[in-house]
């Protein structure tokens, strides 16, 4: 799909150059073009486009040494610094799962990626980017002064293309939840036999796709011993509470392509304008508060008991971010998390 009213590639050039200081994501939207847009806009200046084939680096990523690694949506960014270690590569799912860099990587929605260095006063500053076929950001790589530059170079000419053009094709994309059905034609009763009898928590999106239900809708339908409506500033409540009374999280956050995990403990917590963030030492969470609609705890039964998690909705219904307590799988869920998130303030709502 090709979009005759976007401006050309010189013309994108010359708005970075005007608008230095601005955020990409920014400067794409006031030209009403995609953040893919305005990187490959660079192709043959200080951007090279590469292969956003995952099996094709995956395995050789972890060359680079300490990295920083981003996924974000509309609503929330999730910076990991540490190593790409232990890949497994599948192909419909792939997954990182180091100590600090823990990543489910989706391949069909990865289709535009591109190597990408920045002056920043003295310094270089070298990524590797992902998008989908709408243009949108699923994951970057930033290098960090640790990195290995020579294992980046030679990486970076591994998965070059041949095709280094100006511009790029994109293809509208639907929404990775399309709602069919209002909430009253939904089959509660069949959710509520099928939810109950969860041995574990991954079995939830087969159920939600044969009963073509939404995550959101599910939560919604469930039943208040299960899922129950939260005040917004119980986010912010619960992050508090992990921080004085030590106690590890998990914390996701995911787009079409791409999810990325944070597990342990956190320390520092800042809020600035709709902003809250977390500001580790190797973890920094940046979430926008005015775009959760809803908050919900939700409890699943496992083999191991029930797993309680924290979920933050857009006015779309779409899951921004997604917390639970740290465990390791066949292991119970802490006793700590879970009277957390039990105690946190509840939107009463009618059984209507």
Not at 89 to 104: F, P, T
Request: hydrophobic share 40%; charged share 25%.
């Amino acid at each position: 799909m090709t979009d005759t009213h976007k401006p050309a590639p010189q013309d994108i050039r010359q708005a970075r150059e005007d608008n230095p200081k601005m955020r990409e994501r920014d400067l794409a939207q006031q030209l009403g073009i995609t953040e893919a847009d305005l990187v490959a806009a660079f192709c043959g200046l200080n951007v090279v486009r590469i292969t956003p084939r995952i099996e094709t680096f995956l395995t050789e990523i972890q060359t680079l040494g300490e990295v920083m690694a981003l996924t974000r949506n509309e609503s929330a960014v999730h910076e990991k610094i540490g190593v790409y270690d232990k890949p497994i590569v599948g192909k419909h799912a792939s997954m990182l799962l180091g100590e600090q860099i823990d990543l489910r990587l989706f391949p069909d929605s990865w289709a535009h990626g591109f190597a990408v260095e920045k002056q920043d006063g003295e310094f270089t500053r070298r990524s590797l980017q992902f998008f989908d076929a709408a243009g949108e950001a699923i994951h970057k790589i930033h290098l960090r002064p640790a990195s290995d530059l020579d294992a980046y170079h030679a990486l970076v000419t591994k998965l070059r293309l041949d095709d280094q053009s100006q511009s790029i094709e994109l293809t509208a994309l639907p929404k990775p939840e399309e709602k069919t059905a209002e909430i009253h034609e939904l089959d509660a009763d069949g959710l509520r036999d099928r939810w109950t009898q969860m041995k574990d928590v991954h079995e939830f999106f087969g159920i939600l796709r044969s009963l073509k239900m939404t995550r959101h809708q599910a939560v919604q339908v469930i039943g208040q011993d299960y899922a129950w409506a939260l005040d917004r500033d119980a986010l912010s409540a619960m992050m508090q509470h992990a921080v004085q009374e030590q106690i590890p999280i998990m914390c996701f956050v995911g787009n079409r392509g791409c999810i990325q995990i944070h597990s342990g403990p956190i320390s520092n917590i800042k809020t600035m304008g709709p902003w809250l963030n977390i500001l580790d030492e190797t973890f920094h969470m940046h979430l926008r508060l005015d775009h959760i609609a809803e908050l919900w705890a939700v409890r699943k039964p496992t083999k191991d008991g029930h797993v309680t998690s924290l979920e933050a909705y857009g006015a779309d219904g779409e899951m921004i971010i997604q917390f639970f307590g740290k465990r390791h799988e066949g292991s119970g869920e802490r006793g700590d998390w879970r009277q957390l998130v039990e105690n946190l303030p509840r939107i009463l709502r009618s059984a209507a």
